[in-house]
């Protein structure tokens, strides 16, 4: 015991939480499918497809919206050096 908690992995594993989600029928039995092709359990497949997609699209929409509101900037002239007043 006095391992686990030296090493932090206890301390991890309190650490994680869940968070019970509704899923379709049809997403429970491709995510049964697909993780049995992964070797990993349900659970960690379908977090890190969500993950993975959830941090995707983040990025994607937060890139469009700062595009959409980046105020457009004239661009500044130069005053010409030689210029008589």
């Known amino acids: ?3 686990a908690i030296e ?3 206890m301390a991890k594993a309190r650490a994680q939480k869940t968070t019970p989600v509704r899923l379709t ?3 429970m039995k491709w995510a049964r499918i697909a993780s049995g092709y992964t070797g990993e359990s349900l659970v960690e497949y ?3 497809i969500v993950v993975e ?3 995707a699209d983040a990025d994607r929409l937060h ?3 700062k595009a959409e509101t ?3 900037r ?3 002239r130069k005053p010409d050096a030689g210029a008589a007043e």
């Open 1 to 3: 015991m006095s391992t």
């Open 7 to 9: 090493d932090g992995t």
């Open 25 to 27: 029928a049809e997403a």
């Open 46 to 48: 379908v977090s890190r």
């Open 53 to 55: 997609r959830g941090q």
């Open 63 to 65: 890139s469009e919206v």
């Open 70 to 72: 980046a105020p457009a």
């Open 74 to 76: 004239p661009k500044r």
